[in-house]
């Protein structure tokens, strides 16, 4: 069976500081893999998604970037962070593809930037 | 633009049916998910709709009409646990997942 992990859960960063956040599927390959963040209250805003190595579509403009070094993993970063970009980030996987396919979701990573 | 509306909260009774309401305009339509999410959990996958009609898993129902941009989803004998926020998604023509706000659905005894 699939099985995605992203880690770290929680983390509080100084404002400036970096930031990774890692996430690794087994038991697929291929897959497309996403990072959404979620503020409070708000619906799911699409990051970056990557339809496979070294492939990535940025959704909105900012401060962050994503990696796929790996066919199964899929890493978020930024050099520099924003009071803004504190959140719930989430990190997903669908069948790779076109089509309508499922996400299942990582448990998230909480940021808060101090 | 591309837009998805559901209420922002409801509240309903443990033991009840509550109707979570989800209207959509966007360009193109390749089918409606619905996702759970707990508080301070990811979402999880409930339900996929991409023909017109009721499609049953369980105590969940969720309906679709294309031509009216509109679906929801039913829950049935309500349980404590089934307080969370229920997000619905709708893949546009290009396969892009648009999201909607969710709704948090409080269940009381």
């Known amino acids: 069976s699939q099985t995605i992990h992203q880690w770290p859960a929680t983390l509080v960063q100084p404002v400036g500081s970096p930031l990774s956040l890692e996430c690794t599927v087994e038991?697929?390959?291929?897959?497309?893999l996403y990072w959404y963040r979620q503020a409070a209250g708000r619906g799911l805003q699409l990051l970056f998604y990557?339809?496979?190595?070294?492939?990535i579509s940025s959704e909105v403009p900012q401060n962050l970037s994503a990696s796929r070094p790996q066919d199964r993993q899929f890493i978020l970063s930024s050099k520099k962070l924003l009071l803004s970009d504190s959140g719930f980030y989430l990190c997903?996987?669908?069948?790779?593809?076109?089509?309508?396919?499922?996400?299942?979701f990582g448990a998230g990573s909480r940021l808060t930037v101090l | 633009g591309q837009n998805i509306d559901q209420p922002t909260e409801m509240t309903a009774t443990e033991g009840a049916i509550v109707q979570i309401n989800c209207t959509y305009q966007?360009?193109?339509?390749?089918?409606l998910f619905w996702y759970q999410q707990h508080a301070g959990e990811a979402p999880t996958f409930l339900s996929y709709?991409?023909l017109d009609g009721l499609e049953e898993k369980g105590r969940f129902s969720s309906f679709l009409s294309r031509s009216k941009g509109y679906s929801y989803l039913l829950l049935k004998e309500l349980q404590m646990k089934d307080s969370a926020s229920y997000l619905c998604?709708?893949?546009?023509?290009?396969?892009?997942?648009?999201w909607g706000a969710g709704t948090k659905l409080i269940i009381k005894p």
């Open positions: 709709n991409v």
């Open positions: 990557s339809v496979g190595i070294g492939q």
């Open positions: 966007t360009s193109g339509f390749n089918g």
């Open positions: 038991g697929t390959s291929n897959p497309n």
């Open positions: 997903a996987w669908s069948q790779g593809g076109s089509g309508a396919n499922v996400l299942t």
């Open positions: 998604a709708v893949t546009d023509s290009n396969y892009q997942l648009i």
